[in-house]
């Protein structure tokens, strides 16, 4: 670029090179160098309180120069000045993402999981924050965790819930009954097979992580049913790789109606994260609204649709397994598939209570646990 050249930093127009610490020349826009001066955060609750819609011009330096590995910086008019270490600002140089310790990459397991899926005793995580920086990191990975020893109550699921998140609730309210009930609304509150299904994509936003806390258990049958829909969804993509594309690119519509409410939204079947890798699926036959997309488009996404539907029924993926009275199976619902097999509601008694946290606040759980050095 062309500009005045100042102890090795070239000044231009809108911005200035400087070198950074691995010899190279990194380029900073002004207008981000003065908004992101440490000074414009507040120390104590670290939000941002410089507000630079409340100056007239563009900031221009009266002066830059490099002292003791930072960039100084004064500001024409002002006068502020502006100190960045030049570690700091190399990897925003080119464009990088600010890292994220919660950007794990996700282990993908099948049908012979059950054995190896992680568990956590619940005193024991109301006692150690550093255990449930682990749980939090299993739930990231491997998208599921069980946790053992829950007390007998309704106040048990809040405890083990708030550690991870605030209870989130859905148009379903804060918790939910899975029973038999007199008048059910949906099918989990019969004693039906329940297919396979990810919970709530109704909602514009599908609640994230979803705990189910086994309080009663003496049924015949009844069994719970998972599967890792991105280990699924990678092989689909592998094998059709048109399909797996229509899948991940087109939004479909999703209902629930029942007394008052008529809930809608459109989500893509499978579901990619910020860098293409697949980070879950959206499948709901029962919530699923009439596909209202041209009757030609359709030649080709029903096939798709129906395609990966029965890929999930393979004994490849599914995990049968009986969740037991004090345990609380704690999943990805943007991820992890569930289901149930239908029982003898007459042969005993089969309770469990569910909620959700975000997964937005998962990620935050386990971040604080990186950056308090609880693990590493």
Known sequence: MDGSRTGGIILGPKGLEVPLSDGSLGYFNYYWLRDNCPTSFDRETR?????????????????????????????????????????????????QRRFDPADLPRRLWYADHYPQIARFSQPAL??????????????????????????DSDAGLTETARLLGQVRPTFFGDYF?????????????????????????????????????????????????????????????????????????TEIPFYWEHEGYDIRARQRVIELDDHGEISGVTISQHLADVFDLPQKFLDDYYPAFCRFGRLLQSPKYLVRYRLNAGECVVFDNHRVVHGRAAYTADSGERYLRGTYVERGELRSTYRASVLAGRFK
């Open 47 to 95: 939000e941002r309180v410089y507000d630079i819609f409340h100056d007239e011009g563009a900031p221009q330096p009266a002066s830059a120069r490099i002292a003791e590995g930072a960039l100084e910086i004064v500001w024409q008019g002002s006068g502020h000045r502006t100190r960045h270490g030049l570690d700091w600002l190399a990897p925003y140089a080119g464009g």
């Open 126 to 151: 109301v006692r150690d924050r550093t255990l449930v920086g682990r749980w939090a990191e299993a739930l990231l990975v491997e998208g599921v965790a069980i946790v053992t020893d829950m007390p």
């Open 177 to 249: 009954d899975v029973r038999v009930h007199v008048d059910p609304i949906n099918l989990a509150y019969t004693a039906k097979a329940l297919e396979l299904h990810t919970d709530v994509p109704a909602e514009e936003l599908a609640p994230g992580v979803q705990f189910l806390h086994c309080r009663a258990n003496s049924v015949t049958g009844g069994d719970n049913l998972i599967l890792d829909g991105a280990a699924a969804a990678t092989d689909f993509r592998r094998t059709h790789p048109t399909d797996f594309m229509l899948l991940a690119e």
